[in-house]
């Protein structure tokens, strides 16, 4: 029923560190590529790291690059995305996803099939 389910979200301080998990079922888990992304009030969903599974490969976001660092647990079918030095900025709700082909899996949020429900991250100064 549940494929993807975010955890470690929270309200921190501008400049401290969060790490987010994300534990996926076995199906969902060996999907091409599986990401992070977030979207806050009045913006669009925007990648934050996209990792392509077999190639053991990650891109990230312009704004996050030297920040934020994927990384991944396949006994436990987990994803994490460690969050350092934040800022105001970061603030949105953060969602794991998968299911989208290779080759789309930069094309944005539109080709993703599998979602979680998503966990707020509140950056306050």
């Known amino acids: 029923q549940v494929q993807l389910v975010e955890s470690g979200g929270g309200s921190v301080q501008a400049g401290e560190s969060l790490r987010l998990s994300c534990v996926a079922s076995e199906y969902t888990y060996n999907s091409d590529c599986m990401a992070w992304f977030r979207q806050a009030p009045g913006k669009e969903r925007e990648e934050v790291a996209i990792m392509y599974r077999a190639g053991g490969t990650t891109y990230y976001a312009d704004s996050v690059k030297g920040r934020f660092t994927a990384s991944q647990d396949n006994a436990k079918n987990t994803i994490f995305l460690q969050m350092n030095s934040v800022n105001s900025e970061d603030t949105g709700m953060y969602y794991c996803?998968?299911?989208?082909?290779?080759?789309?899996?930069?094309?944005?949020?539109?080709?993703?099939?599998?979602w979680g429900q998503g966990t707020q991250v509140t950056v306050s100064s």
């Open positions: 996803a998968a299911g989208a082909p290779r080759e789309y899996c930069n094309k944005g949020f539109y080709y993703y099939r599998n």
